[in-house]
């Protein structure tokens, strides 16, 4: 048998049970993806919809490995946790092992990284040609002026974003 319709209309494809839930789907082979939702349409551009839990005590979506641990969690109010199973900011990521944390690109020379370092410190992180990090400030969202910045040279510059400005060298 490879798939069961059982009599409260679960559906159960590679299981002898359907364990209660609405559709539950087991893949025993080691190379075989579990899933897979395509859409080929020219002018389409929708793929999976998911409708579900409400608030901060139910979730949307879970995502484990196979021994049940979760990796990531998507709340009900919109939280999403990575490494986190109850998160309390609308994006939270966690990590009790290796050094990294979270790293934002554009590309493969533009990036922000934030990560631990072996004694403890945390460190921020600017990578590419003539990087650098801001400080900015604002009183309104996209309305902001930057405050200070770490120059590609290592200049700290207060004010002003020219280190020949004020330079005492």
């Known amino acids: ?9 679960n559906v159960g494809i590679g299981v002898s049970s359907t364990s209660g839930v609405k559709m539950d789907v087991l893949a025993t082979a080691s190379d075989n993806l579990v899933a897979r939702f395509e859409n080929s349409h020219a002018t389409g551009s929708y793929g999976i919809s998911v409708k579900a839990g409400d608030d901060s005590g139910n979730y949307a979506a879970d995502f ?9 969690r998507i709340r ?12 309390t900011y609308r994006i939270e990521a966690a990590t009790t092992s290796g050094g990294n944390g ?3 690109a554009r590309g ?6 934030q990560f631990q370092s072996s004694s403890g410190g945390v460190q921020l992180a600017a990578s590419g040609s003539g990087a650098f990090l801001a400080l900015r400030t604002g009183t309104t969202a996209g309305t902001t002026s ?3 910045r770490i120059d590609s040279s ?9 280190a020949a400005v004020g330079s005492s060298s």
């Open 1 to 9: 048998e490879r798939m069961r319709i059982d009599s409260s209309g």
């Open 64 to 72: 484990a490995n196979k021994s049940g641990t979760s990796l990531m």
């Open 76 to 87: 009900g109010d919109g939280n999403v946790g990575i490494g986190v199973t109850s998160p």
């Open 102 to 104: 979270l790293k934002i």
């Open 108 to 113: 493969a020379n533009s990036f922000f990284e």
């Open 146 to 148: 930057e405050r200070m």
């Open 154 to 162: 290592g200049n700290l510059l207060v004010g002003t974003t020219d």
